[in-house]
């Protein structure tokens, strides 16, 4: 929960989805849904900026309430949902600042001072942004046959003992060289895609859990590209993933999204957008 919104409960709270120039159009902000539980979403002047906002009950958005329901993995998923559909209706015509999941004032004043205060990284932020989408490209090692339970072959003999080190060392050489080939192979297609974008963002690799997949992911990388470059970006993605070109590695990619891995409003705006996301 955004520290804005530290502090005893009113009643009611003000959720603050994105910050952008263009006003979103009415029509299409009208039809657009944030919170199941919050009024239609609406925009906040802030000077010539535009900040889209919901109504929200404090009941069920207060510090506590919303941490025990954050807590809840079906409510997780719910609230960002529902934080991703505003700021997809506020992106609908210019470029945009995502602020961070559940950030809450208290009234309007208080959202107003909030982004009054970070105009000059918001600017910086928006100019950056403007044009530009982000894609997301995960690397995983290839997958190899799980190793068998036991060895049969480990006689209980001297010669039989030393044969059976011999075989559990080559196949741990083997798997340290496969794991340092799929490393080298995952740095050269980070290295290939960086020549056609204008930022890149390392974040931390996905757990096996989380992934699905037996073999580790290697890098989560996610790329900040010019939309004149979208289609060299792209024809770039397609070659890494030809048949042979990178064995070691599975190369999974998705976009165009909204930047969010290059709108970091809590960050020094002059950091550019080159650099390793924080855990």
């Given at each position: ?79 960002a949902r529902a ?143 010019d939309d004149a ?51």
């Amino acid at each position: 929960m955004s520290p804005a919104a530290a502090g005893p409960a009113a009643p009611g709270l003000v959720c603050a989805f994105a910050v952008t120039r263009t006003p979103p159009d009415p029509a299409a902000l009208a039809k657009a849904r944030g919170h199941e539980e919050g009024g239609p979403l609406r925009v906040l002047s802030v000077g010539d900026l535009c900040l889209v906002v919901q109504d929200v009950p404090a009941a069920l958005f207060d510090e506590e309430a919303l941490t025990e329901r954050l807590n809840r993995p079906d409510d997780l998923e719910r609230c960002a949902r529902a934080h991703h559909r505003g700021v997809v209706a506020a992106a609908g015509r210019s470029a945009v600042v995502p602020l961070p999941m559940a950030t809450l004032y208290r009234g309007e004043p208080t959202a107003v001072r909030a982004v009054a205060a970070r105009r000059p990284a918001l600017d910086t932020l928006l100019d950056r942004l403007r044009d530009r989408t982000e894609w997301a490209v995960k690397v995983h090692a290839v997958e190899t046959p799980p190793e068998p339970a036991t060895d049969t072959g480990a006689p209980g003999d001297a010669g039989g003992g030393r044969a059976y080190l011999s075989r559990v060392s080559a196949r741990r050489r083997d798997r340290q060289s496969a794991h340092g080939k799929a490393r080298a192979e995952a740095e050269a297609v980070d290295a290939e895609l960086r020549r056609y974008a204008v930022g890149a963002t390392r974040h931390r690799p996905q757990s096996e859990r989380l992934t699905g997949r037996r073999s580790p992911q290697l890098l989560n990388l996610a790329y900040l590209v010019d939309d004149a470059r979208r289609t060299a970006f792209t024809e770039a993605l397609a070659g890494l993933t030809t048949e042979g070109r990178s064995p070691s590695v599975r190369i999974d990619a998705s976009g165009p999204w909204i930047p969010y891995s290059f709108a970091r409003w809590d960050e020094d705006p002059s950091a550019g957008p080159d650099r390793e996301a924080r855990p």
